[in-house]
C-alpha cells in the first residue's frame, strides 16, 4: 500500500511556472516508477512525465518545459512546470508503480490537483 499527496496546484498566466509535489508514504527506492499524467475535459488522460531507475521520459507536447525529479531524502516526486501554456490546464494526478511479478503490477494514484493556466 502506498499513499501519495499532491500538492502545488492552482492558477498562473501563460508563460508563468509552477512545481507539483508528490509526496509518498513509501521510500522511493522501493518504488519502481513514478509519473504524472493529466487529464482535461473532454480529452484522454495522458503520460506527461515518468521517471524510473534514474531515467526519464516526457510527452512531446512538455519537452524542454517541464522536468520530473525526485527526492529520496523527502519521498517525494516533483513536476518542475515552466513556460506554461493553457493548453496545459488540466487535473494533474501522481502515480507509483510497484512490480511484484513479471506481468503484475500495482498502480496508486495521488488525489488529483488542478493546473489552470490562463491570463
Known amino acids: 500500500q502506498v499513499q501519495l499527496v499532491e500538492s502545488g496546484g492552482g492558477l498562473v498566466q501563460p508563460g508563468g511556472s509552477l512545481r507539483l509535489s508528490c509526496a509518498a508514504s513509501?521510500?522511493?527506492?522501493?518504488?519502481?516508477?513514478m509519473g504524472w499524467y493529466r487529464q482535461a475535459p473532454g480529452k484522454q488522460r495522458e503520460l506527461v512525465a515518468a521517471?524510473?531507475?534514474?531515467?526519464?521520459n516526457y510527452v512531446d507536447s512538455v519537452k524542454g518545459r517541464f522536468t520530473i525529479s525526485i527526492d529520496t531524502a523527502k519521498n517525494t516526486v516533483y513536476l518542475q512546470m515552466n513556460s506554461l501554456k493553457p493548453e496545459d490546464t488540466a487535473v494533474y494526478y501522481c502515480?507509483?508503480?510497484?512490480?511484484?511479478?513479471?506481468?503484475?503490477?500495482?498502480?496508486?494514484w495521488g488525489q488529483g490537483t488542478q493546473v489552470t493556466v490562463s491570463s
Open positions: 521517471i524510473t531507475s534514474g531515467s526519464t
Open positions: 513509501r521510500r522511493i527506492f522501493s518504488i519502481n516508477a
Open positions: 502515480n507509483a508503480r510497484i512490480v511484484m511479478v513479471a506481468g503484475q503490477w500495482n498502480d496508486y
